[in-house]
């Protein structure tokens, strides 16, 4: 077909399917030949003749990023494909849209901007005049000070909004004002899926009027609210939230001051609730009083998948309380508890658990002083447990004894896929015992031993059995002489 008889990309180009599109788009154009609505026709009819495509139906998908683009390359996708859905990234500023573009533009990510845009060019409108056409189902503005101000313009445009599932507005400098301003669409609009405010500044007054809106929505399943400062009103308000809320299925207040009073609320609300699958609480102060309030909530609790409690100064006594609500609990499949100091009793205790416990999958136990006095009840305890796949056991104390009781198990183990012992100073005479792993199991595909004293010797012996034995897929990660991961 002559290039001067073509008036409409229509023609022929949506002969081109989707993942050829995306291959032109990110290597064949340019950001300057994207400007040129010609030059891209052009290009784009040389490629698809080179490539000899054929003339097939164009399959329904979605562009996953059009990239750094101009309003003629964004005009020229929504013509080319009327009916496939797009997304596309660029910078925080002047927002190229058309009613044309506005059809089929599912997603704006905005990168980060070095310099806020002028006032004669605040995208907020545009991002608004998007959201009314009812097409768009995901909005990134992430690390952009729109404040306040910004997130009550959004605000009103969401309230009669019926397509947006996924909103990120973390790091933008929202406080008080702000919270409130969404609090207003949570009550009002249920479509909303997704809501990341973490690393902003709202106070627990904000917090507290987020919680309320929880309590009556029915719609978010997913909300990020890390770093805010939730004091006793926030977390007080956010537990009455988890109790009545049947929808949300994550929660993460990751850094957010709370401590074991605050964690004894959290977990006596998670008791009862009935749709909560991920909850974390890293890097805050439960301790070991919040952690038996959690220990008795795994007890009753079937629903909840996911558990993070990571730097929680957590001691033995935290541990040993979970003993119970593991051994009683069949939904929890991740327990994160690293970064605490449950030492050998709770690790000791928590190996009893695993006895009975036959849903936990990932287990994270590294950096909590654990020596062989408890490593070798985790090693005895894989013998029998046939559900844990991943071990974290990093940056603890465990020696030549745990290092050989982990090594017997896993020769006889068949479910786990990763045992992670970095950074425990295993001598070599430790590190050695697992040489013949890869000739006696067929399921492990990591085994991490950087940090610890790996000899040559022992090198040489890994590399033979990786290369004879039955798993040959099995990465051992170790340190050389001069330290450097292998």
Not at 55 to 67: E, I, M, N
Not at 343 to 362: H, Q
């Amino acid at each position: 077909m002559p290039m001067e008889n073509m008036t409409s990309p229509q023609c022929f180009l949506h002969t081109i399917p989707i993942d050829i599109w995306e291959d032109i788009f990110t290597d064949h154009l340019g950001v300057d030949d994207l400007r040129n609505f010609s030059s891209m026709c052009r290009k784009a009819y040389e490629l698809a003749h080179h490539v000899k495509m054929s003339r097939k139906k164009t399959p329904l998908g979605t562009f996953r990023h059009v990239g750094q683009v101009s309003a003629d390359s964004m005009h020229f996708v929504a013509c080319a494909w009327p009916f496939v859905p797009f997304s596309c990234k660029l910078p925080y500023g002047r927002l190229p849209v058309s009613p044309v573009t506005l059809k089929n533009l599912v997603g704006l990510h905005f990168s980060r901007s070095v310099q806020q845009p002028a006032a004669s060019a605040d995208p907020m409108n545009d991002i608004c005049t998007c959201i009314s056409a009812q097409n768009i189902e995901t909005i990134r503005i992430v690390a952009n000070k729109i404040e306040d101000t910004g997130v009550r313009t959004l605000s009103k445009a969401l309230n009669g909004n019926t397509s947006l599932k996924q909103l990120d507005l973390s790091s933008c400098g929202i406080s008080t004002d702000g919270a409130r301003a969404l609090a207003d669409v949570l009550q009002r609009n249920h479509t909303l899926a997704l809501l990341n405010l973490s690393n902003n500044s709202m106070s627990a007054t904000g917090i507290a009027v987020l919680a309320d809106a929880l309590g009556i929505n029915k719609g978010l399943i997913w909300l990020n609210l890390d770093g805010a400062e939730v004091e006793d009103v926030g977390i007080y308000r956010l537990t009455v939230a988890i109790k009545k809320n049947s929808t949300l299925q994550n929660l993460s207040l990751e850094d957010c001051y709370i401590d074991y009073n605050g964690g004894f609320a959290v977990a006596n609300a998670v008791t009862g609730n009935v749709s909560l699958k991920t909850l974390n609480l890293n890097n805050n102060a439960v301790q070991d009083a919040g952690a038996t309030a959690f220990g008795a909530a795994l007890s009753q609790n079937s629903v909840l998948e996911a558990l993070h409690l990571a730097f929680n100064e957590i001691q033995g006594t935290g541990g040993m309380a979970l003993l119970e609500g593991l051994t009683r609990n069949k939904s929890l499949t991740l327990l994160d508890l690293g970064f605490n100091n449950i030492g050998d009793e709770g690790a000791t205790a928590i190996a009893s658990a695993l006895e009975r416990n036959t849903t936990l999958k990932n287990l994270c136990l590294m950096s909590n002083h654990i020596t062989d006095t408890a490593a070798c009840p985790l090693a005895d305890v894989l013998l029998r447990n046939c559900t844990l796949v991943y071990l974290r056991l990093a940056d603890n104390k465990i020696g030549i004894k745990g290092a050989m009781a982990f090594a017997a198990a896993l020769k006889l183990n068949a479910t786990l896929q990763e045992l992670h012992l970095q950074d425990n100073h295993i001598p070599d005479l430790g590190t050695h015992a697992f040489a013949d792993i890869p000739s006696h199991n067929g399921t492990l595909r990591i085994l991490n031993l950087i940090g610890n004293d790996v000899s040559e010797a022992t090198v040489i012996a890994f590399a033979k059995e990786r290369q004879e034995g039955k798993n040959t897929r099995l990465d051992v990660r170790y340190s050389s002489a001069a330290g450097v991961p292998r």
